[in-house]
């Protein structure tokens, strides 16, 4: 290898000196612009013009790893006809690289010595970084390309049928031209990392398009994981609600039955009083009539006796029952309850504000002092489940889009 390589252009006559020295087996021309090798005869001229946002010759960092930007390339699928562009990046330790953009989203690409297909088939590799789908297979042609490549580009580019396996963020090509298999892995790379990288304002590079398909997702979590997680948190709740359960009192401190005949033309019944013993704690009335397709509803008035503090709550109570079209129906109940939750101890008593009906004329209540109490535990654990099932509602939605131009979706779309 000599710094004098020169390579002389079959049409300008113009000597490129390669930055790549021996290694540079096709170029541009630095005057011309002609693509040949320099091994061959072959040249061609491309008709289209494209402009890297990289420029050829450039240095950038990438995983602590300084590469020049050798060679671009522009390259169109040949179905389909999208267009995406590739940068041919090299290091002389660690060797050959790339970055490819499609839509403003780019992948950063090195080669994979770790072949995990035969050479007969192609299937859904399962490699050190999960099991991989089968995203695209297609072959392309090379529209443009600027700079220098260590092998004819446009011969591997056409000759090649080209497989791209995900498993996001990670990407696995896969070229076969029937003589040399070549396999690249790489991931997703966010353009604010290539524009560090290569000391370019972001503002420069393409704008996204939509999700990239190996793009992350904004949340992302192993599903087993998450159900772990999930699973322990739930333990965990009940426990914690069966320890406070039993620990309960449920301690009844009063009961009374009335009858509207005992108004005797007041509009309230006032209680006895009764002690509410043990420090802040919940109370629960409950309340019974006995109703027939009927209803009883009253205000009811929590009155501390020392500090005249009052806790106001209704309830009503309803129960009707039928039959219609041969079947019994029923709905509805003769008894009904009402939940204070923090009262503090105290001497009360309870006023009593009563709308009865035709036919029912009487009630009774019960007090209860800290009873065990599950609606909190419900609540909680109707929040807890709300994050797995929106993860996974999200998290299907964002795969929909993802997999949404490739031939080997596994969903189905509506036309």
């Known amino acids: 290898m000599s710094?004098?390589?020169?390579?002389?252009?079959?049409?300008?006559?113009?000597?490129?000196?390669?930055?790549?020295?021996?290694?540079?087996?096709?170029l541009t021309c630095e005057k011309c612009n002609l693509y040949f090798c320099t091994q061959s005869n072959i040249h061609d001229e491309f008709r289209d013009r494209y402009a890297p946002v990289l420029a050829v010759g450039s240095v950038g960092e990438i995983e602590g790893v300084k590469y020049r930007l050798m060679g671009f390339t522009v390259k169109r699928e040949r179905k389909y006809r999208y267009i995406w562009h590739e940068y041919f990046l090299f290091n002389p330790n660690v060797g050959i690289a790339f970055?490819?953009?499609?839509d403003g989203n780019w992948?950063?690409?090195?080669?994979?010595?770790?072949?995990?297909?035969?050479?007969?088939?192609?299937?859904?590799?399962?490699?050190?970084?999960?099991?991989?789908?089968?995203?695209a297979k297609y072959k392309a042609e090379l529209l443009f390309a600027s700079g220098e490549f260590f092998t004819d580009i446009i011969d591997v580019t056409e000759s090649s049928t080209h497989y791209e396996h995900i498993n996001p963020p990670y990407i696995l090509n896969f070229e076969d031209n029937h003589h040399h298999l070549s396999a690249y892995?790489?991931?997703?790379?966010?353009?604010?990392?290539?524009?560090?990288?290569?000391?370019?304002?972001?503002?420069?590079?393409?704008?996204?398009?939509?999700?990239?398909?190996?793009?992350?997702?904004?949340?992302?979590?192993?599903?087993?994981?998450?159900?772990?997680?999930?699973?322990?948190?739930?333990?965990?709740?009940?426990f914690v609600q069966f320890i406070f359960s039993s620990s309960a009192l449920n301690e009844s401190v009063f009961q009374a039955h009335f009858n509207e005949a005992n108004l005797n033309g007041q509009k309230m019944f006032s209680t006895k009083s009764f002690e509410?013993?043990?420090?802040?704690?919940?109370?629960?009335?409950?309340?019974?009539?006995?109703?027939?397709?009927?209803?009883?509803?009253?205000?009811?008035?929590?009155?501390?006796?020392q500090n005249n503090e009052e806790y106001v709550f209704t309830n009503e109570i309803e129960y009707y029952y039928g039959r219609e079209d041969g079947e019994s129906w029923s709905e509805g109940s003769n008894e009904g309850d009402a939940f204070l939750s923090s009262i503090p101890e105290?001497?009360?008593?309870?006023?009593?504000?009563?709308?009865?009906?035709?036919?029912?004329?009487?009630?009774?209540?019960?007090?209860?002092?800290?009873?065990?109490?599950?609606?909190?535990?419900?609540?909680?654990?109707?929040?807890?489940?709300?994050?797995?099932v929106g993860f996974y509602v999200y998290k299907n939605r964002r795969e929909r889009k993802r997999w949404e131009d490739s031939d080997f979706s596994p969903y189905t779309y509506d036309e």
């Open 185 to 238: 892995l790489g991931a997703y790379i966010s353009p604010a990392e290539v524009a560090e990288a290569f000391g370019v304002s972001l503002e420069k590079l393409p704008k996204k398009k939509g999700m990239g398909y190996t793009e992350p997702l904004l949340l992302s979590f192993e599903e087993s994981t998450l159900l772990r997680i999930t699973g322990i948190a739930f333990v965990l709740a009940v």
């Open 3 to 26: 710094d004098g390589i020169q390579h002389t252009c079959p049409k300008c006559k113009h000597l490129n000196v390669p930055k790549g020295k021996a290694l540079t087996l096709a």
């Open 99 to 102: 970055l490819t953009l499609y």
């Open 346 to 388: 105290g001497k009360y008593h309870i006023n009593i504000y009563p709308e009865f009906s035709l036919s029912n004329h009487e009630f009774t209540i019960r007090v209860y002092r800290d009873v065990p109490f599950f609606s909190n535990l419900f609540v909680f654990l109707f929040i807890l489940l709300l994050f797995p």
């Open 276 to 305: 509410l013993k043990g420090g802040v704690k919940n109370v629960e009335f409950k309340i019974s009539a006995p109703i027939s397709n009927d209803w009883f509803f009253a205000e009811y008035s929590l009155i501390n006796e």
């Open 107 to 135: 992948n950063f690409l090195k080669p994979y010595s770790k072949h995990p297909w035969l050479f007969s088939s192609v299937v859904d590799p399962h490699i050190e970084e999960g099991k991989f789908r089968l995203y």
